[in-house]
């Protein structure tokens, strides 16, 4: 089978362009990389550095840096705007509080990331748990939820079926598909976020594009058979 055409209701896409970036990137083995990585690896560690020694302006920079890319994996796994930036501003201040722990086992952007992870399932719970609590309580019509803005482009049924779709997978199989094909992180990146190994996120990704593909394609099936 190809590769997934999916059109993702975040306008993400998973194109081919997209699967020759990851082939390339797992071949690249040049010296000039090698001395990339090794600059990103001491940048990363400055700003480390810089953030344990109460730089706010380090702070900045990590936000500028990673800001937008945390703010879309939030609103990947929550589902709104809304909710997505709470979990961000929430997990800068845990990052900004929880500093002096930070040992250097992982890169520092990884172990900011697995805040975030952490702290949207926190919120997450949170929201279930209010919502458990209203639904015992009066029908309040000026304290409804305003409906979030459709993506531009995305049509309604494709986008709920997508949504529902990847609702379905298992929380890891969710996480490492918005990962790799939605932010355009590495396997190396996802293992170091999840604490899992490389083969852990390569295994998990195939399953959460199979168990996708089965879950999209068996309301075809049954309308075929049915005409």
């Known amino acids: ?66 800001g937008s890319r945390m703010k879309s994996m939030a609103r990947n796994l929550l589902g709104t705007t809304s909710d997505a930036e709470d979990a961000v501003q929430d997990a800068f201040l845990k990052i900004q509080r929880g500093i002096a722990t930070f040992r250097g086992q992982s890169s520092f952007a990884t172990w900011s ?64 598909f918005l990962m790799y094909e939605v932010e355009g992180m590495r396997h190396s990146e996802i293992a170091g976020v999840l604490e899992i190994s490389e083969t852990a996120s390569k295994n998990t990704l195939f399953q959460a594009k199979k168990n996708l593909r089965q879950i999209l394609e068996a309301p075809r099936s049954s309308a075929a058979e049915a005409g």
């Open 1 to 66: 089978m190809g590769t997934m055409g999916l059109a993702l209701p975040w306008e993400a896409r998973i194109t081919r362009k997209r699967w020759q970036r990851g082939r390339v990137d797992s071949a690249e083995t040049t010296t000039g990389v090698s001395s990339a990585a090794r600059q990103v690896s001491a940048d990363d560690s400055a700003l480390a550095a810089a953030c344990q020694a109460g730089d706010l302006g380090a702070f900045e920079r990590l936000y500028h840096l990673h």
């Open 113 to 176: 990331f697995r805040i975030l992870i952490n702290t949207c399932y926190d919120l997450r719970r949170s929201r279930m748990r209010k919502k458990e609590v209203s639904q015992h309580e009066p029908d309040d019509a000026e304290a409804a939820p305003r409906p979030e803005p459709r993506a531009p482009g995305a049509h309604p049924s494709l986008r709920l079926a997508l949504e529902r779709a990847v609702a379905q997978l298992t929380r890891q199989q969710r996480e490492v």
